[in-house]
């Protein structure tokens, strides 16, 4: 197996960040890149999305799915980028020794200038829950069922009941009732809605779908097939209420309780995780920790809009671009190297403190000279229904601050750090900021 | 406890409101209303006077939020996005949806118009399926697009 | 109804099932292997702790010793023969506290009373040694080398294909409802699957052999108690055992333990809750509980979201001095029983084979050696095992061995495809599930579902509404999108 060496930039997974990683690192220069994608097609999980509510923020625009993905794929096609689909990746070192396969070409191996996970997320499963009962048919994630329903076009069941208020449950309620099912309603253990609220009145309340709140599965029934599923209230410490039990007759539970980012390569690859987020920790670059590998996208952290994903492969692309570019190229052609943003300043981490679950990026590199803009994502861990100030603290003491309505776990807090921010991060007396709600 | 208990959505967010309304027509009454036109899903505080008409609404980032609310006051509209069957495609179904809404009422009328559509492969995406679907001035589109098999 | 004849008739294609019909396959003789399920393995053969236990724990004297430490010996050549995944990992009891070192020496002896070699008291710092994640609390432990982990599930198919290539035939879906006894003589069943008539009717229903005695009117009496087990598999790139860790035995049995699985993974289980219903092999909150707790108190880190599997089984506990019980039957003709086969049943089912055959051949049945007995029986490829010219190679030969259809397990088409022709066909999700260990990672099959489904429908030939997960009545697809 003889290796690959002729690329500058390879990116793992052709969804919305992997596409925009993959344009923004060819529009870098000259630069090699390829895009490698485990389906049939490119667009990750937007094909089956094909509901409406993506585009706002890059195109201006409320788009389906398929076809926010079909105007990145456009644009790929044009934009002279390899691109090997039903191909996985199977090894990746930490020299970015990268092994993939696929039906046609074999085992390959490839060792580029610069890497981009945009390897996205996978659902949380009934195991991870601990779904008590029976393991009869009917039990499938969202996910799954979205995929059979829009792409294979299958209907696995008659009679749905619907275990989280994630959005893609909610959708897929809709979607369901959409093709003539019956969908009894949507289960929440916690005491609030977990997906966005527009989805709760176009999703489930215009099709009169009811939603449970502080209730969750006790028992799932069936021999073969799924007969019922026992439903229980909680209380506040998520405890499950003696004497709340119900019987719901259905033949299928969806599973909408969350997303995993999707890292067994990043690990493979040496790359350190970040325990809250689940996904490698990145500085305002998407670089991981180990050098030349970035990330973007859902593999770093749960986005909440895919907007928001795609800038960040954009961000890692262009960076993953000139980190190939400042290592010399294959091609001999090292014209356009030489804006050095690896070099460029310290860098300040920054930490959740109160009511902030996640941020991304974990840490910013200072640049003040203006060309750089840094946007930080917020995934607020508490509901908090008025106004509230995010707060960076240096220290003892708070050196920007912002306004949002409100704190919702389901939606996340974006922030644009320009010129004047930086330069107050540039100024911090401490190498760890905290950013906290109130 | 249901969600509408707990967070009215679209409803009245306060009792005395409500009552002014019932009692006293020509008070005016406030409505929180969720604008569904992007994925920002800005949620709008809007005072009606008594009548149903508009006296302020705040909360909206641009003039499609208050178009919304307009029409989410007189005719709720909704966008349906499905799919249809396809004819010797590389997939059997292919997405559509309505890029301009349609009265939410009509939501589930469409969507079994929908059922006994089949393309034939080709189907290009933005390839209109229906046009001006029971004269509501709304086509029904494709959002993806299916090769031949 | 159509009706066959056989010379033996092996009702219950688990791991005894089908160990005793590979051994009968060795024979001229017409050997029949049949199973209510869709594949063979089904119920507790693959919902166990799938240890191949040393044999120092059962009774000095009784057959559970004699099979333990027979079955034991023979799974060590076996595992070569059938190309079966497992390692030879030793286990260790470990005792808690210096109120239990005494226990340890009781059980040294009880070991060397049943002759089980290498057996080795080991000090506080040597089981923290060679297993750093234990607790603290940790005083000693008693060391068996001869202890092993398999894929108790591969050894079961394993034994099964082996018999089939043998000429031994298998009946999937074949349910018993009724037995037929003439003149005190077991001379058929009736199955969902057409009656089978033979001289020699084996009873290894698991479960249910006590129900099957009780149709053909014998033992009255006897009567198996179904004790669930509940276990959890935790992701490995969070938590991993290197050992086999048994706490302290008690009356109720081994305990709840913590080990490293054939494949590598860590699973803790299991508890042992009796249930009424004999098929309940659903996991209880409670259950879950309890194991959690009692995994933690030998490796207090671990962490219930690290969790990414679980599964229940259930045992069969006969009320015979909780003895196995493999005997010719005192009362009915032509019935030969393997009952009450709770732990240590999977490592003893080899020596239980070897027994039943010798039963077999003193009650007369003719059983003349054939030449072209094939003891052997070659493992399909696992890709994932495979370095990366291994892989590339079998690409070559192969394109479909260069889709992978479950990404967290590595799972190849061809894997899949190769199963679903294998000598004992899997003809459902599960069954693919159980040989290639696809859908058993993070992600529990939500990728490969609807690929899983299409291939099967394309290579049984079936629509996708056919496709099950575990045979009739468990499709996954109800209609059409469209429909």
């Given at each position: 197996m003889t290796c690959d060496t002729s690329y500058d930039v390879i990116v793992i997974g052709g969804g919305p960040a992997g596409l925009a990683a993959a344009l923004s690192a060819r529009a870098e220069g000259n630069v090699r890149v390829l895009l490698i994608e485990?389906?049939?097609?490119?667009?990750g999980i937007l094909p089956q999305c094909i509901h409406n509510g993506f585009g706002a923020v890059i195109f201006g625009n409320d788009l389906p799915g398929p076809e926010y993905a079909y105007r990145y794929q456009e644009q790929v096609e044009a934009a002279d980028i390899d691109v090997m689909l039903d191909t996985m990746v199977m090894d990746l070192t930490p020299e970015r020794d990268l092994y993939a396969m696929n039906a046609t070409h074999g085992y390959l191996h490839y060792r580029p200038r610069s890497i981009i996970l945009a390897m996205g997320c996978r659902e949380r499963t009934r195991a991870q829950i601990r779904l008590p009962g029976s393991r009869c048919s009917g039990v499938y994630t969202a996910g799954t069922v979205q995929r059979l329903v829009n792409i294979e076009g299958y209907m696995p069941g008659r009679r749905f009941l619907i275990l989280g208020s994630g959005d893609i449950g909610m959708i897929m309620a809709r979607r369901l009732t959409i093709e003539g099912a019956e969908v009894v309603g949507v289960l929440e253990l916690l005491p609030f809605l977990t997906g966005l609220r527009r989805n709760f009145v176009q999703c489930l309340q215009d099709y009169n779908i009811p939603l449970h709140l502080s209730t969750t599965v006790s028992n799932i029934i069936g021999g073969q097939r799924l007969e019922a599923v026992e439903t229980v209230k909680v209380d506040e410490e998520l405890q499950p209420i003696p004497g709340s039990t119900e019987r719901i007759e259905c033949d299928s539970l969806l599973l909408s309780v969350g997303l995993i980012p999707e890292n067994e390569l990043s690990l493979k690859a040496g790359v350190h995780l970040d325990p809250r987020t689940g996904g490698p920790l990145v500085d305002s670059t998407m670089a991981t920790d180990v050098p030349g590998i970035y990330a973007a996208g859902n593999v770093t952290s749960i986005y909440d809009l895919v907007d928001y994903v795609s800038k960040a492969g954009e961000v890692a692309g262009r960076h993953a671009a000139r980190y190939a570019l400042e290592h010399g190229t294959g091609n001999g052609n090292n014209a356009t190297a030489g804006r050095d943003a690896s070099k460029a300043g310290a860098m300040v981490a920054i930490r959740p403190g109160e009511n902030v679950g996640t941020v991304i990026p974990q840490r910013v590199r200072i640049d003040t000279s203006g060309n750089e803009e840094v946007t930080l994502m917020l995934r607020p861990n508490a509901l908090i229904e008025r106004k509230v100030t995010v707060e960076l603290w240096d220290g003892d003491r708070p050196i920007m601050s912002f306004r949002e309505n409100y704190s919702r776990p389901a939606e996340m807090m974006v922030h644009t750090l320009r010129a004047k921010q930086m330069q107050a991060l540039a100024e911090a007396h401490e190498h760890e900021l905290t950013v906290v709600i109130q | 406890m249901s969600f509408c208990e707990q967070f009215p959505v679209g409803e009245q967010t306060s009792d005395a409101a409500g009552a002014d309304r019932d009692e006293r027509g020509s008070e005016n009454s406030e409505q929180s209303i969720i604008c569904l036109r992007c994925p920002r899903g800005c949620e709008i505080s809007t005072t009606l006077d008594g009548y149903g008409g508009i006296v302020e609404i705040f909360g909206n980032v641009c003039k499609l939020g208050r178009e919304y609310v307009e029409a989410e006051i007189t005719n709720p509209l909704r966008i349906l996005p499905t799919s249809v069957r396809v004819r010797s495609g590389e997939r059997p179904l292919v997405p559509v949806w309505t890029p301009k809404p349609i009265p939410k009422g009509r939501l589930m009328d469409l969507a079994r118009a929908t059922r006994s559509i089949e393309l034939e492969a080709p189907v290009a995406i933005g390839q209109v399926v229906i046009e001006n679907w029971e004269g509501l001035g709304v086509d029904l589109v494709t959002s993806g697009a299916v090769r031949r098999a | 109804m159509q009706s066959r004849d056989f010379d033996v008739v092996v009702m219950g294609a688990g791991i005894v099932g089908s160990m005793i019909a590979r051994a009968l396959s060795r024979y001229a003789i017409r050997v029949a292997l049949v199973d209510r399920a869709n594949d063979v393995g089904t119920g507790a053969s693959c919902a166990n702790s799938a240890i191949l236990h040393s044999g120092h724990d059962p009774s000095p004297g009784s057959l559970k010793a004699e099979m333990n430490r027979r079955g034991n010996e023979l799974w060590h050549d076996l595992v070569h023969e059938l190309e079966v995944g497992h390692r030879w990992t030793g286990a260790m009891i470990i005792a808690l506290g210096d109120e239990q070192l005494p226990g340890l020496k009781k059980l040294l002896a009880r070991g060397t009373e049943n002759q089980i070699p290498g057996l080795e008291i080991i000090s506080r710092a040597e089981v923290l040694k060679r297993e750093p994640l234990l607790t603290p609390d940790v005083s000693g432990a008693l060391w068996t080398p001869t202890a092993g982990v398999i894929d108790p599930f591969g050894g079961t198919v394993a034994a099964a294909e082996n018999a089939v290539t043998n000429g031994v035939s298998l009946f999937l879906n074949a349910e018993i409802h009724d037995a037929l006894v003439s003149d005190g003589t077991l001379i058929a069943v009736q199955t969902t699957a057409g009656e089978f008539r033979a001289r020699w009717f084996i009873n290894a229903l698991g479960v249910h052999a006590d129900d099957f005695m009780h149709l053909a009117g014998d033992r009255p009496d006897f009567a198996i108690t179904a004790r669930r087990g509940e276990y959890f598999i935790f992701d490995p790139n969070r938590v991993q055992v290197q050992n086999v860790l048994f706490p302290m035995p008690t009356d109720k049995g081994k305990g709840i333990l913590v080990s490293t699985t054939a494949h590598g993974n860590t699973f803790v289980g299991p508890n042992a809750e009796e249930v009424a219903d004999k098929e309940d092999t659903t996991a209880t909150r409670d259950g879950m509980a309890e194991i959690l707790e009692g995994g933690r108190r030998l490796i207090p880190s671990l962490e219930s979201r690290d969790i990414i599997a679980g599964f229940s089984g259930v045992r069969a506990t006969g009320n015979a001095n909780r003895d196995f019980v493999i005997e010719i039957s005192a009362t009915v003709g032509g019935l030969l029983n393997v009952a009450g086969i709770e732990s240590p049943g999977y490592v003893s089912a080899p020596a239980i084979a070897e027994r039943v055959e010798g039963l077999l051949r003193n009650a007369g049945l003719e059983m003349v050696a054939k030449n072209e007995w094939n003891p052997r029986r070659p493992a399909r490829p696992a890709f994932k095992e495979l370095n990366h010219e291994q892989r590339s190679d079998l690409i070559r030969r192969n394109p479909n061995y260069g889709r992978i259809v479950c990404r967290c397990e590595n799972v190849t088409e061809g894997e899949i495809v190769d199963a679903i022709h294998s000598p004992v066909p899997a003809r459902d999700y599960d069954a693919i599930k159980r040989r290639c260990w696809l859908g058993t990672g993070r992600c529990q099959g939500s990728f490969d579902y609807p690929r899983v489904m299409e291939i099967l429908s394309r290579e049984l030939d079936i629509p996708m509404t056919a496709v099950t997960k575990k045979g009739p009545g468990s499709e996954f697809l109800a209609r059409t999108t469209k429909g």
């Open positions: 485990r389906n049939d097609s490119l667009g | - | -």
